[in-house]
């Protein structure tokens, strides 16, 4: 489908639109707003599903490229053919387990890649005289922070002190956004969000590999004691929140987005396990015997906690999902869309891009 960018109001770049997050917020983004022409703008590494978007693929203001951020390139070409007038940029490696075994991926991406959309977005933006309201929107975490003991919480004003090679770059990048807004005058928004889970998550990440593991009656590991604290937001949360602080955000501004909702994983392991059981309808306390307390990850972080008065006080965003009802549903959607799952533990989603640009790609 070819696009009259001039048609639309507003021309959005989301980077790594086929990712957990990535695909939530593009699918908020191109429903809730016909007059934006959303523009999905993913490498599709092992984390980048279009499967994920299958429900709105074929929207007229959607888009997909296939791209690198961290290619100068492809990031111009992309921004000029469509008259970019935002960026929202969630692409990254997410995975601290990965960081910890491959850091310069991380670096890759997420510093160099940050910089690059900086610098290309900066210098098109500075030559286009008919663009109103860029926005360059940076997606980051509560990782940033470093990490707490039993008390207190991260405020947007706390001092970054991050420990793992994910956090350090994602650090990097935040620094990188904020240098080019005192520097340049580059119209930023920052936002660092806590644990988010959900359906489309990759099977990597604490609750689906949980949920599953106690499934399949695998040893469901748990690091070191179970007793560090996330705080847990379910994603269209997020997405929502990234709505609202896209649309009433302050540039320059950093805001937090959380829920508010300390877990200890060692209890929220329980509580999947007890989800998992009744759902499929085995005896009470059944998945016990699965919980495994395995080695702890290298510098685990203790726990994560976000102040956000600040983004419920000034834009009027709270969460909306109770976390029983949010956590049943994520539940039932793994134990139950068997075909994705499939396709994602056997390689085979990575095809499908070939499959559906096959045109494009002669
Ligand atoms: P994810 O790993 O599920 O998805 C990342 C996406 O980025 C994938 O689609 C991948 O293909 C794409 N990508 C990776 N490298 C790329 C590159 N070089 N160029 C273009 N695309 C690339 O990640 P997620 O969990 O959805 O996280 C999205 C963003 O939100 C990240 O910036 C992450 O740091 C941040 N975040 C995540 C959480 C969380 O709990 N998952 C919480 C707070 C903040
Ligand atoms: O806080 C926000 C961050 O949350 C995001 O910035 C990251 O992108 C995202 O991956 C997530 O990081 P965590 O390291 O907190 O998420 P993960 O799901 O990997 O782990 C959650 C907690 O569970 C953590 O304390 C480690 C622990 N854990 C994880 C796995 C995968 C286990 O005990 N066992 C496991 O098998």
């Not at 590494?45 to 994920?52: I, K, Q, R, S, V």
């Not at 970019?84 to 601290?96: G, T, Y």
């Not at 085995?282 to 600040?310: M, N, W």
């Not at 049943?328 to 085979?348: C, F, M, P």
Request: net charge negative.
């Amino acid at each position: 489908m070819t696009h009259d960018y001039k048609q639309f109001k507003r021309r959005i770049i989301i980077t790594g639109g086929a990712g957990f997050i990535g695909s939530h917020t593009v699918r908020h983004f191109v429903k809730k707003y016909p007059d934006y022409l959303i523009i999905n703008f993913d490498k599709l590494t092992y984390a980048g599903n279009l499967e994920n978007l299958r429900d709105i693929e074929n929207y007229p203001n959607y888009v997909f490229v296939k791209g690198d951020v961290a290619d100068e390139d492809i990031v111009r070409e992309t921004m000029e053919k469509y008259h970019v007038d935002s960026i929202i940029h969630l692409a990254a490696e997410s995975h601290v387990d990965r960081s910890i075994f491959n850091p310069m991926e991380f670096v890759r991406t997420n510093v160099v890649g940050t910089v690059t959309l900086l610098n290309v977005a900066r210098h098109l933006w500075e030559k286009w005289d008919d663009i109103e309201n860029p926005l360059f929107y940076h997606i980051s975490t509560d990782e940033v922070y470093g990490s707490l003991g039993k008390e207190g919480k991260f405020t947007e004003k706390t001092p970054y002190d991050p420990r793992s090679p994910y956090s350090a770059s994602k650090a990097s990048s935040d620094h990188f956004v904020r240098a080019y807004h005192h520097t340049y005058g580059m119209p930023v928004l920052i936002t660092n969000c806590s644990n988010n889970y959900g359906p489309y998550q990759f099977p990597e990440k604490l609750i689906p590999l949980v949920a599953l593991h106690f499934a399949e009656e695998k040893p469901v590991p748990v690091y070191g004691t179970g007793e560090n604290v996330r705080d847990w937001l379910y994603v269209e949360d997020h997405a929502k929140a990234i709505d609202t602080v896209f649309h009433k955000g302050k540039i320059g501004e950093t805001y937090n987005i959380g829920a508010e909702n300390e877990w200890r994983n060692i209890d929220i392991v329980h509580k999947i396990g007890q989800l998992v059981d009744q759902f499929l309808g085995r005896p009470q306390g059944y998945y016990e015997k699965f919980i495994t307390f395995v080695k702890d990850r290298p510098g685990h972080d203790f726990r994560y906690a976000l102040d956000t008065t600040k983004i419920r006080t000034e834009l009027g965003w709270k969460p909306e999902m109770p976390f029983e009802q949010g956590l049943r549903k994520t539940i039932e959607w793994y134990l139950t869309n068997k075909e994705w799952l499939d396709r994602v533990r056997s390689g085979e989603y990575m095809k499908y891009y070939q499959q559906q640009y096959a045109e494009r790609l002669k």
